[in-house]
């Protein structure tokens, strides 16, 4: 009898192009998927929380298909693997690697107890397309800037896609599965959850779909369009990546095959999705990037704490329409145009003088793309804290920010000023009660004038100057 090998599937819900899994199957032994919700799926937001169990279900299915089952175990992940192991006789556990502080934690801590119990754990290649410490700058450090580690990696071999599995062997007897309903995964989403749906695309072939989407419409004009919040210029694949339903070699050959055809913004496109990368460079170098200045001048900054100015930040009812309908997109439909993340950010850290964390904790809260690297290294970039930073004085004006990028003032319309509109009546369907607001409440005055904004932002950032 071959002893059966446990995949624990994380944030890759993917059959192609996944290492562990192919390795698995190719040792000819039963395989036993298990999705296991741990503390660190507990801790997630309430929009990225859903999501993920959206995403499980789905890939439960993706399974099933291929005669096989996802088994699903709420605990600690090592007690959980362990009571599997006894249940099932198996004798190995693989997995893809994670490149975020939490998750490394957890899985040395995984990986040093099974093996301590004689059981062969192996991680394999992850949701990356270059390993964090495979990038290197001349005197082997980090890179603290984006673009000499775009021209490290851009020349580089990828080696091709592996292909999905057509079946994947069972085991003889499979091990009791928890159901996904009890998680309560949406709980947090309350009025939210119904409305948000209509924005999701959850799944393996749906990403598939929205890269041949972009690949045949948008990727020719992607660099000229791909700041302008209304066109359809950029290819949403965050909200699939952030659950590993696509993986970044895929897109990059797809992307790289394109652009030798002839496509002009693929190598825009590249360059984009290795920011992704530089993201979990960055953490894995910096571990404390999600939650400290990178720069540790930027500790003698005063920040404010949460303050009533942030919450209306957050119920977009700042009185700066671009800054506003940002707020409310990202509410509606749990994500938001990344111009649009950079002026809301700018904003709220400038105009505001808001503490980043402040705002990395609702986007973590609100984005069904949340991604640990991305988020802390996006508010960081913004902030003006963190490596390779926008400077401090580099401060977004939300109003020539919508003459430039929404000059017909669309966006703007359909999020905060045309109340017909299906995202109006999406924000104002998703928001709680206790937040007051009705589409009849009138739009507010400006929270603070831009240039007052701006004049008082730069004050405290020479008095750091000053302090530091
Ligand atoms: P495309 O333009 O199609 O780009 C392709 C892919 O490249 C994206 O899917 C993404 O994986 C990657 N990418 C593009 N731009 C960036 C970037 N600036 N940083 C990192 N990766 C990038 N992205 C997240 O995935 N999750 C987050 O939680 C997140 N939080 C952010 C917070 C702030 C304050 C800012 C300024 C940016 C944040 N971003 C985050 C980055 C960026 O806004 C999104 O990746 C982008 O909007 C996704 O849209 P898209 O898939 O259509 O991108």
Redesign the pocket.
């Known amino acids: 009898m071959k002893k059966p090998i446990i995949i624990w599937f994380r944030r890759d819900l993917r059959i192609a192009d996944h290492s562990a899994l192919c390795a698995a199957v190719a040792t000819g032994r039963p395989v036993i998927p298990v999705f296991i919700c741990d503390p660190m799926m507990d801790a997630l937001g309430a929009a990225p929380k859903w999501r993920f169990g959206l995403g499980v279900e789905h890939f439960a299915k993706t399974l099933a298909a291929l005669g096989s089952r996802l088994i699903l175990r709420r605990g600690e992940p090592l007690t959980v693997l362990r009571d599997l192991i006894r249940e099932t006789d198996a004798d190995a556990v693989y997995w893809s690697r994670a490149y975020d502080t939490d998750g490394i934690a957890r899985d040395r801590a995984v990986k040093a107890g099974l093996q301590n119990d004689g059981i062969d754990a192996q991680s394999h290649m992850g949701h990356v397309l270059f390993e964090p410490w495979t990038v290197a700058n001349k005197s082997g450090g980090y890179f603290k800037v984006y673009t000499p580690f775009w021209k490290t990696v851009r020349g580089r071999h990828l080696d091709a896609c592996l292909p999905a599995p057509r079946t994947i062997p069972a085991p003889d007897v499979w091990p009791n599965s928890e159901a996904i309903d009890d998680w309560q995964l949406g709980q947090g989403m309350q009025r939210g959850r119904d409305v948000v749906s209509r924005y999701v695309c959850v799944g393996e072939t749906n990403a598939q779909g929205r890269l041949d989407t972009f690949l045949d419409h948008a990727i020719g004009t992607y660099e000229h369009n791909?700041d302008f919040p209304e066109k359809p210029a950029?290819?949403?694949?965050?909200e699939n990546?952030?659950y590993g339903e696509i993986s970044p070699r895929m897109v990059w050959h797809a992307a790289y095959g394109a652009m030798q055809k002839g496509a002009q913004g693929g190598e825009h496109?590249l360059k984009?999705?290795v920011?992704?990368e530089y993201?979990y460079h960055l953490m894995y170098h910096f571990p404390a990037l999600a939650d400290q200045n990178w720069r540790s001048e930027w500790d003698a900054f005063h920040w404010l704490p949460d303050n009533e100015n942030a919450e209306r930040w957050r119920r977009g009812m700042t009185g700066e329409p671009m800054v506003d309908a940002a707020m409310r997109e990202l509410y509606a439909t749990g994500t938001m145009?990344?111009r649009m993340?950079?002026i809301a950010?700018s904003y709220l850290t400038k105009h505001l003088r808001t503490d980043w964390r402040v705002g990395r904790d609702w986007?973590a809260q609100c984005?069904i793309?949340?991604?640990p690297a991305?988020?802390a290294?996006?508010?960081q970039?913004?902030a003006g804290c963190g490596p390779d930073a926008s400077p401090y004085f580099r401060i977004f004006n939300p109003a020539t920010q919508g003459e430039k990028f929404d000059k017909s003032q669309s966006y703007r319309k359909r999020f905060l000023f045309d109340e017909n509109s299906a995202e109006q009546r999406a924000f104002f369907a998703a928001i709680p009660k206790s937040w007051g607001i009705t589409s009849g409440t009138p739009y507010p005055n400006p929270l603070v004038s831009l240039a007052d904004g701006r004049i008082a932002a730069l004050e405290a950032y020479r008095a750091m100057r000053g302090r530091s």
């Open positions: 791909r950029t290819s949403r694949l965050s990546f952030a496109f984009e999705l920011w992704r993201a145009h990344n993340r950079m950010a986007f984005l793309d949340w991604d991305a988020n290294m996006g508010w970039w913004v």
